[in-house]
C-alpha cells in the first residue's frame, strides 16, 4: 500500500506541477497584458470622481448653505400664509370684504391708450409727428440754426492769444 501511496503521489506531480506551472505564467501573461486597460479605467474612473471630490471638499460649507437656503424659504413661506390668514381674517372681521373686479374689466383698456396700443409704438414715428408739428406751427426759419464767426478777440478788443 506504501507503494500505491507513494505512486499516486508521484504521478499527481508528475501530471499536476506542468499544470500549475502553466496556469500560474499564463496568470502572469494576462496580468501583464491587462495592466494598460485596468490603468486606463483607473484614470477614466477618477477624471469621472474629480467633480465629487471637489465637492467633497465644500462639504462643511455646502451643508450650511443648504440648510440656510432651505430654513428660508420655510419661513418666507410660513410668515406669506400666516400674514395672508391674518389679513383675511382681520378684514372679514371689519367687515371690509371687497368684491374682486372682474378678470376681464381689470385688463380692458378704453379709449386713446388703447388707440395707441393698437398702432404700435415707435420713437422714430414720434420723433416725426413733433418734429413736423413744431415746422408746421413756427416755419423753417425757427428750426435754422445760425453760427457765429469765430475771433481772436474778447469784447474789449484785446487779442485772446499774445
Same mark, same amino acid.
Given at each position: 500500500m506504501s507503494w500505491i501511496s507513494a505512486i499516486s503521489t508521484v504521478s499527481?506531480?508528475?501530471l499536476l506541477y506542468?499544470?500549475?506551472f502553466l496556469i500560474y505564467y499564463g496568470y502572469r501573461l494576462?496580468? #501583464?497584458?491587462?495592466?494598460?486597460?485596468?490603468?486606463l479605467g483607473q484614470l477614466t474612473l477618477r477624471c469621472a470622481l474629480l467633480p465629487f471630490n471637489l465637492v467633497l471638499k465644500?462639504?462643511?460649507? #455646502?451643508?450650511f448653505v443648504l440648510a440656510a437656503i432651505l430654513t428660508?424659504?420655510?419661513?418666507?413661506? @410660513?410668515? *406669506? *400664509?400666516?400674514?395672508?390668514?391674518i389679513v383675511e381674517i382681520l378684514n372679514q372681521s371689519l367687515g371690509l370684504t371687497y368684491p374682486l373686479p372682474h378678470h376681464t374689466?381689470?385688463?380692458?383698456?378704453?379709449?386713446?391708450?388703447? +388707440?395707441a396700443l393698437e398702432r404700435g409704438y415707435s420713437p422714430l414715428n414720434e420723433y416725426l409727428a413733433g418734429s413736423s408739428r413744431q415746422i408746421r406751427k413756427s416755419? @423753417? #426759419?425757427?428750426?435754422t440754426i445760425l453760427e457765429e464767426e469765430?475771433? +481772436?478777440?474778447?469784447? +474789449?478788443?484785446?487779442? @485772446?492769444?499774445d
Open positions: 499527481q506531480w508528475i506542468p499544470v500549475t494576462l496580468r #501583464l497584458l491587462a495592466t494598460p486597460l485596468v490603468k465644500f462639504e462643511a460649507f #455646502l451643508t428660508g424659504v420655510l419661513l418666507g413661506l @410660513l410668515l *406669506y *400664509y400666516t400674514s395672508s390668514f374689466q381689470a385688463r380692458t383698456i378704453k379709449g386713446p391708450k388703447r +388707440n416755419g @423753417l #426759419l425757427s428750426s469765430e475771433s +481772436n478777440q474778447d469784447s +474789449n478788443g484785446d487779442d @485772446l492769444y
